[in-house]
């Protein structure tokens, strides 16, 4: 019996052996990753993403942010600085093994409440002519209202001519990132009536 060279056992294992091995593709595993963020208070530090990938590892990560429920196209690199909900995205790179990885968290970072003075009682009399009723109050925030009695809200300071007692109240709007503060009545609001000087006809005495 005669034998081709190519039908040798031999060449046809080594033939199929270099086939299979111009044939075989190992793809790579989904890579895992997890991301968490505490939320923070306006004006303290921002918190930092707690990352883990036990397949990716942690050290070739981009971070992103937006608002929650915005438009995956409005991710950016910079910290939220405004009071407001937020969602964080962290980016797993690609390894020798692994695919990229691709994690969310939301956080909020929560109204701070404004620093503030009060405004406070004038002791004040009687003159005839309209007087300021209490100290003008100072707010880092937001913006102070005042009332007088049952009147208006509004950022003047009450003025009042005649003697008696007054109710003022002030309250506090804040801003974007400020709390607001409820109505509070200023104490002892009052002008007090005007001195009468008696003066003696000739001969009295008092």
Do not use: C
């Given at each position: 019996?005669?034998?081709?060279?190519?039908?040798?056992?031999?060449?046809?294992?080594?033939?199929?052996?270099?086939?299979?091995?111009?044939?075989?593709?190992?793809?790579?595993?989904?890579?895992?990753?997890?991301?968490?963020?505490?939320?923070?208070?306006?004006?303290?530090?921002?918190?930092?993403?707690?990352?883990?990938?036990?397949?990716?590892?942690?050290?070739?990560?981009?971070?992103?942010?937006?608002?929650?429920?915005?438009d995956d196209?409005?991710?950016?690199?910079?910290?939220?600085?405004?009071?407001?909900?937020?969602?964080?995205?962290?980016?797993?790179?690609?390894?020798?093994?692994?695919?990229?990885?691709?994690?969310?968290?939301?956080?909020?970072?929560?109204?701070?409440?404004?620093?503030?003075?009060?405004?406070?009682?004038?002791?004040?009399?009687?003159?005839?002519?309209?007087?300021?009723?209490?100290?003008?109050?100072?707010?880092?925030?937001?913006?102070?209202?005042?009332?007088?009695?049952?009147?208006?809200?509004?950022?003047?300071?009450?003025t009042a001519?005649?003697?008696?007692?007054?109710?003022?109240?002030?309250?506090?709007?804040?801003?974007?990132?400020?709390?607001?503060?409820?109505?509070?009545?200023?104490?002892?609001?009052?002008?007090?009536?005007?001195?009468?000087?008696?003066?003696?006809?000739?001969?009295?005495?008092?």
């Amino acid at each position: 019996m005669n034998y081709k060279w190519e039908d040798h056992p031999k060449w046809v294992a080594e033939k199929n052996l270099i086939l299979l091995e111009n044939e075989v593709t190992v793809k790579k595993a989904q890579g895992v990753g997890s991301v968490a963020m505490q939320g923070w208070i306006y004006g303290e530090l921002p918190q930092t993403p707690q990352l883990i990938s036990e397949t990716n590892g942690i050290d070739n990560v981009t971070i992103l942010y937006k608002v929650k429920d915005a438009d995956d196209s409005t991710y950016t690199n910079e910290v939220p600085e405004t009071s407001g909900a937020y969602t964080v995205k962290a980016i797993f790179a690609t390894t020798e093994h692994y695919t990229k990885a691709v994690a969310t968290a939301d956080f909020t970072i929560a109204k701070a409440t404004p620093t503030y003075t009060a405004p406070g009682a004038i002791s004040l009399r009687y003159n005839g002519a309209a007087q300021a009723l209490v100290t003008a109050g100072t707010v880092d925030g937001g913006t102070i209202y005042y009332k007088l009695n049952d009147g208006e809200w509004t950022t003047g300071i009450p003025t009042a001519t005649d003697a008696g007692v007054y109710k003022v109240s002030f309250k506090i709007a804040g801003d974007a990132s400020h709390t607001d503060i409820a109505e509070t009545v200023v104490d002892d609001v009052a002008i007090v009536p005007a001195s009468i000087t008696v003066h003696p006809k000739a001969g009295q005495t008092m």
